[in-house]
């Protein structure tokens, strides 16, 4: 039986050690190499908006926090703890998730798994649309949702603001407010040489590019101007993912939901 392919993960740094460690444990070779670099908010007007949001943290219904790296950081900052007698993890609001990957950091942080909503362990993806059809029914008229997301700026952002811009919408259609705030900025890796060389061969050696954002794909093509990517493969977790990868020029796209299951289903499928 063949091997399966070596798998590009492409997952902002920390994201991408937890899947580079679940693939090993299905015997599946794969490498880190993070398409979006993640750090804290520098502007003084985000930084204030985002304690500002903490707060009034428990005047809100629910907080959606659009990933992993919006749990990560909303919560950890040290004006965030020592902000009132209470830290944010006491206060009861519901605490939304559109993956199992957000579900988990949450818990990390402290959040009782009773608070955490997210999309059916059966939906066909992970999404705002896939949960919204768990949370949608929690909101009355006059009740206020927080929006805990990243910011890029540009077209990036644009492209990343699809899924919570759709979920603002169905929020206000229930006669609920929302609020946003920016917890982290997300940007454009800057590739060092192995990095460099990595991506290259990976283009063309049967290597299985895992992507799991268009604003990666876009990063990726930045990165490696004038690269072709007629004979590279990817495995992308989202059908707009998929139209970002086949107009990036990868030779052919898979799709499959974005549970490591599937995933790995997928993966040894390609083999």
């Known amino acids: ?55 009034r943290a428990g005047s809100y219904r629910a907080w959606m926090f659009v990933s992993s790296n919006a749990v990560t950081h909303f919560f950890e900052s040290r004006s965030a703890q020592a902000q009132s007698q209470s830290p944010l ?8 998730a559109p993956g199992p990957g957000t ?22 993806q992970f999404d705002s649309e896939a949960l919204w059809q768990q949370v949608g029914p929690q909101l009355a008229p006059g009740d206020r949702v927080l929006i805990v997301r990243g910011h890029s700026g540009g077209v990036h952002d644009v492209q990343q603001g699809t899924g919570r811009d759709w979920l603002a919408r169905q929020i206000e259609s229930a006669g609920a407010s929302v609020d946003f705030v920016v917890a982290y900025q997300r940007g454009a890796p800057i590739f060092d040489a192995q990095q460099t060389a990595l991506a290259q061969q990976a283009a063309h050696d049967g290597s299985l590019w895992l992507l799991s954002s268009s604003e990666a794909v876009a990063h990726l093509a ?9 004979d590279a493969r990817a495995l992308v977790t989202h059908p707009r993912i998929a139209q970002a990868a086949r107009a990036a020029g990868f030779g052919r796209v898979d799709e499959c939901r974005p549970s490591l299951e ?4 997928s993966i040894e499928s390609a083999a």
């Open 1 to 55: 039986m063949p091997l399966p392919p070596r798998v590009i993960v492409t997952r902002p740094a920390r994201e991408a050690a937890h899947w580079v460690h679940g693939l090993a444990g299905h015997g599946i070779a794969a490498v880190a190499l993070p398409l979006i670099a993640i750090g804290p908010c520098t502007a003084p007007d985000a930084i204030e908006a985002l304690e500002a949001a903490r707060a």
């Open 89 to 96: 993890t006491a206060i009861k609001s519901r605490a939304w």
């Open 103 to 124: 579900a988990r950091a949450l818990a990390e942080a402290g959040v009782p798994a009773a608070l955490i909503d997210g999309p059916a362990p059966d939906a066909p």
């Open 222 to 230: 930045e990165a490696l101007p004038g690269q072709s990517w007629a």
């Open 262 to 265: 599937d995933v790995v289903a």
